[in-house]
């Protein structure tokens, strides 16, 4: 994107965020549906990803899944401008927080907040990061612009510890040691480097193992949150989980398993919000044909 398009569509944003939210958020499930139409190489890649995952399902309910995906998809774009310029009592009245006593019940620990990427990603992590400052880990956007907007806005309530994808583990462990909850995102296919094959959905995709070792070397413990975006523009849902118990084990594989399929669970919950538009399946196990 080049400067003047990214200040156009920053720009865009900030006029849309004085919208109220149940216009905001028609305004981008129809955006979303343009979108399907013509947004074919993406649309393309969600509907392998859905054949692949849900093969007891009709093409016509594939389709409609990865309609209302891009929908769900478009309104969270459009509402970007209310996490970065609404006034903290709008944003605050926008996410509910259930659950919270799970993690009260292990603050004496390091916590990693397992994060899959649910289209309500970001309004979750920045109302956790209301409650405490959180480490979590960047990737730099080819938009100077975007990356300072996307940065200010996960600072908007504290200044996050944040950490870009090259640095490693070590600054995360570093974090957690010293108390710092970690947000984590390892559902995506970053290639073969330190990554395992084990199903989701019943077929192998490449999945980091960072989630297992990082616990194990930090004494931390897991406490999944997904945020739910609700219907009609009423906001989202920060829905914290029961922290795993017997996790890690000492079988690296046995834990990057159990990972997956407990997002594979939370999606079949919520198929429409899950990011379907990326490449899970990229990287195959030696010897398999490409699937995209």
């Not at 947004?39 to 009709?58: Q, W």
């Not at 200044?159 to 583990?169: A, H, I, M």
């Not at 834990?255 to 429409?272: F, G, H, L, S």
Request: proline share 6%; charged share 20%; glycine share 8%.
């Amino acid at each position: 994107m080049s400067q003047l398009g990214a200040y156009c569509a920053l720009g865009l944003l900030w006029l849309l965020h004085w919208l109220p939210s149940p216009a905001l958020a028609r305004f981008g499930r129809g955006l979303g549906c343009f979108l399907f139409v013509l947004g074919r190489s993406r649309r393309a890649v969600a509907l392998k990803n859905l054949s692949l995952c849900f093969p007891e399902l009709t093409l016509s309910e594939q389709r409609q899944i990865a309609r209302r995906h891009f929908q769900a998809f478009s309104q969270v774009i459009l509402e970007q401008g209310v996490l970065w310029w609404a006034s903290d009592e709008r944003y605050l009245s926008l996410v509910k927080i259930n659950g919270l006593e799970h993690w009260e019940a292990v603050q004496d620990r390091p916590v990693i907040w397992l994060a899959p990427h649910f289209v309500g990603l970001d309004w979750g992590g920045l109302r956790l990061a209301k409650l405490k400052v959180t480490a979590s880990v960047y990737s730099r956007q080819r938009s100077e612009l975007l990356n300072q907007m996307l940065l200010k806005g996960r600072s908007r309530f504290n200044q996050p510890v944040l950490f870009s994808r090259q640095e490693g583990l070590r600054g995360i462990i570093r974090a957690l040691r010293q108390g710092t909850p970690f947000f984590y995102l390892p559902d995506l296919d970053y290639g073969s480097r330190d990554a395992v094959f084990v199903p989701f959905f019943g077929v192998p995709a490449a999945t980091i193992t960072g989630l297992s070792r990082i616990a194990k070397i930090t004494g931390a413990v897991v406490l999944p949150a997904i945020a739910l975006q609700l219907p009609r523009g009423a906001g989202y849902e920060m829905k914290i989980y029961p922290a795993w118990e017997n996790f890690p084990t000492d079988d690296v594989v046995t834990d990057t398993k159990r990972m997956n399929e407990y997002i594979e669970a939370r999606v079949r919950e919520m198929p429409e919000q899950y990011l379907w538009t990326h490449k899970r399946f990229k990287t195959r196990p030696a010897g398999e044909p490409r699937i995209y």
